[in-house]
């Protein structure tokens, strides 16, 4: 009877399955991926580079051929034509369209549960903003930290010069050449920035979890997570910007306010704005000066 009853009883529960573990970025593979990123832009542009200087070298050997004294002609018109600011903005947008589109697929591919994500411990936050008004608060940080920043800058660098390598190339450039960089800078510079330094990075820093909550993180983890993303971010601009240190503080300080805007959206996209508004002013600055009011 015993045995028939045991036969017959229903099985015992099965315990209860854990969710697959989340492969996660750690912070050595997140800072492995930004030197890639900015590799691929060292790669990508002296690549492209070669293959323009090739081009116009072989169009205008063509055309001075059997010239006298063809050779010296030759590379005083192949320097003149690679000089050209609209030929370097043009082979900049490519390098930064290409090492943009490359990087964000091997984020994507690699990451694919974590890209819509919209908590900061858990994913990179392609998801819509809880509000707008942290649409808001993007507007008013991408237009204050400009202003703020500049007016810090300024009082470290004092006599000493501030500007970019792509300022100076955007001042010089036609029309349409800064048209085609200013596009880059304000969409594509952001939107692979913003995934890298408060997506990949920032949610490394903060230590990957699978049901975190805000109150458990630590308010000094969370702090040295937004410090620390945003210095980095300052820093590695520094050979862009001639390694003024000066000029660091700023970003940084841009870099703090799209890490809080990021923590606190559960979204990427208002970080992304507020780094194109900032964009926006200070490419405003090629057209003011190339065409100076009145």
């Known amino acids: 009877m015993n045995a028939s009853a045991e036969l017959f009883a229903a099985p015992p529960p099965m315990p209860p399955t854990l969710p697959a573990p989340v492969r996660a970025p750690g912070v050595g593979e997140a800072i492995g991926l930004l030197a890639l990123y900015f590799a691929l832009q060292l790669a990508v542009g002296f690549t492209a580079g070669s293959l323009v200087g090739l081009v116009v ?18 590379m005083s018109a192949l320097q003149a034509a690679l000089s050209n600011p609209d030929l370097r903005t043009g082979v900049t947008a ?3 369209l ?23 411990w858990q994913g990179f936050g ?4 809880a509000g707008a008004a942290f649409y808001a608060a993007a507007l008013a940080l991408g237009v204050g930290v400009p202003i703020i920043g500049g007016m810090l800058t300024h009082l470290l660098a004092g006599s000493h010069p ?20 200013a596009l880059s800078a304000v969409t594509l510079g952001p939107l692979v920035e913003e995934t890298l330094f408060r997506g990949v990075l920032f949610s490394s820093l903060l230590g990957f979890r699978r049901a ?24 590695v601009h520094l050979p862009d910007l001639g390694w003024r240190w000066y000029a660091v503080p700023n970003l940084a300080l841009l ?3 799209c890490a809080w805007l990021r923590l ?15 964009n926006v002013l200070a490419v405003a600055g090629w057209f003011v000066v190339a065409h100076p009011p009145g």
């Open 255 to 257: 870099g703090l306010g």
């Open 98 to 120: 290409i090492a943009a589109s490359v990087t964000l697929w091997i984020v994507h591919r690699r990451w694919p549960r974590q890209w819509r994500l919209g908590s900061a």
């Open 162 to 181: 501030v500007t970019q390598s792509i300022a100076q190339m955007g001042q010089s450039a036609s029309l349409s050449g800064r048209l085609v960089l």
């Open 212 to 235: 975190p909550a805000m109150a458990t993180a630590g308010n000094t983890r969370i702090a040295l997570a937004m410090g620390l993303s945003a210095l980095l971010f300052g820093m």
């Open 57 to 74: 070298g072989m169009r205008i050997g063509f055309a001075h051929d059997g010239a006298r004294g063809s050779s010296d002609h030759t």
């Open 264 to 278: 606190k959206s559960g979204s990427l996209w208002p970080a992304v704005m507020a780094h194109g508004i900032n």
């Open 94 to 96: 490519a390098t930064l």
């Open 126 to 129: 392609f998801a819509p903003s």
